[in-house]
């Protein structure tokens, strides 16, 4: 590829997601060049940039976005409102990692702010674009009669696998006033939907159901109505009833567990079939997401496993941004698709919410 067709990217934000796979892919993939790094941890930047060669290095995502050769940056930060906005403020295209946001207020000037600049905002809804999934939405879509649609993501948050895949570095120079800042600021996101209600009720949801949510929407359109809502076990689980019209409901749950391994799935019934989608540890880098199909055929059960492409997601989410940005395509995962993903967790939490206020 011409170098002159490279997409200069900035990456604010060296954490956990970044260090195991934003950042090697980055890399990797000719259509982008790493032309800066930023986080509040020095110690991350100086390390990763001489890993990766990169010679722009920022303690200050403000001065990051100043800079005129960045064309884009990859937000990986927790709290994701004033980057963005001031990204789109300085003409630079986003990728900002899920979820878009913690509440609809910051969703909407965000939105408002990307609108008025022009640029293309991405979310990093990498589920999207596995292509397991995507022949898994074929099937969805191709189903008859479909009466029940299951949901289904628990998982420690990779704390127990990641150690044994990536040599993740934590920073140890960051200023305790910085961090405690940044809680402050993540917490009054939260705040925004839970209100007088403790904020980590809402955060498993916005954190780690936001992939289904997001998948079940791709695959059939928002819930008409939630039904019902319950959060336990100190706010770590959450389970949901959503009305997807007359004949179907769809029963999601989320929840973080002490288990090592990945349980995330989706699982569509129809009258004559029944459709399952099954993710791996996202940590492990061309792991096949398997799609199961069982159906009633000439008076036979057979039962089909799918491996769509050894492809891996992250990496096909990156080469898609980039298709929008030189190409002036809007993404799969918009700003108007994560805005409605953060309306229909409020709506789930609302439901919740307005249960136990009574």
């Not at 796979?21 to 980055?26: E, G």
């Not at 290095?57 to 960045?70: A, G, M, Q, S, V």
């Not at 993540?186 to 997001?214: A, D, Q, S």
């Not at 199961?292 to 997601?313: F, H, L, M, T």
Request: glycine share 6%.
């Amino acid at each position: 590829m011409d170098i002159k067709k490279k997409l200069h990217a900035g990456v604010i934000g060296c954490g956990f997601i970044a260090q195991t796979q934003w950042l090697y892919y980055l890399h990797e993939l000719d259509e982008f060049e790493m032309a800066a790094l930023c986080d509040a941890s020095k110690e991350l930047v100086d390390y990763y940039g001489d890993y990766y060669g990169v010679k722009k290095r920022y303690t200050d995502w403000r001065l990051l976005l100043e800079d005129k050769e960045i064309d884009a940056v990859i937000v990986l930060t927790k709290c994701h409102e004033e980057i963005c906005i001031a990204a789109a403020a300085n003409k630079k295209h986003v990728l900002v990692e899920k979820p878009l946001c913690e509440n609809l207020e910051q969703a909407c000037r965000i939105e408002e702010a990307v609108n008025t600049s022009g640029v293309i905002l991405m979310v990093g809804e990498m589920k999207r674009y596995d292509p397991g999934f995507q022949y898994a939405m074929q099937c969805f879509q191709n189903m008859k009669d479909i009466w029940m649609i299951r949901a289904r993501d628990f998982s420690d948050g990779l704390q127990r696998s990641y150690g044994q895949i990536y040599p993740v570095r934590f920073a140890a120079d960051i200023p305790d006033e910085v961090k405690e800042k940044t809680a402050a600021e993540f917490e009054k996101g939260l705040r925004g939907v839970t209100k007088e209600l403790p904020g980590n009720l809402y955060e498993t949801l916005l954190m780690c159901g936001v992939h289904n949510i997001e998948l079940m929407r791709a695959s059939f359109g928002e819930p008409k109505k939630i039904l019902h809502c319950d959060i336990w076990n100190e706010g770590e689980t959450l389970s949901c009833e959503m009305d997807y019209g007359d004949k179907c409901r769809a029963f999601f749950e989320v929840g973080l567990t002490n288990y090592k391994w990945f349980d995330e799935e989706i699982t569509v019934y129809g009258d004559e079939k029944a459709v399952t989608v099954r993710f791996p540890n996202p940590l492990l880098k061309n792991a096949v997401t398997e799609v199961i199909v069982k159906e009633n055929s000439d008076g036979a059960v057979v039962e089909k496993r799918i491996e769509a492409s050894y492809s891996e997601a992250f990496k096909n989410e990156l080469i898609h941004f980039y298709q929008c940005v030189t190409e002036h395509k809007k993404p799969w995962t918009s700003i108007e698709e994560g805005k409605t993903d953060i309306k229909i967790m409020q709506e789930i939490f609302s439901s919740y919410a307005e249960r136990i206020r009574g």
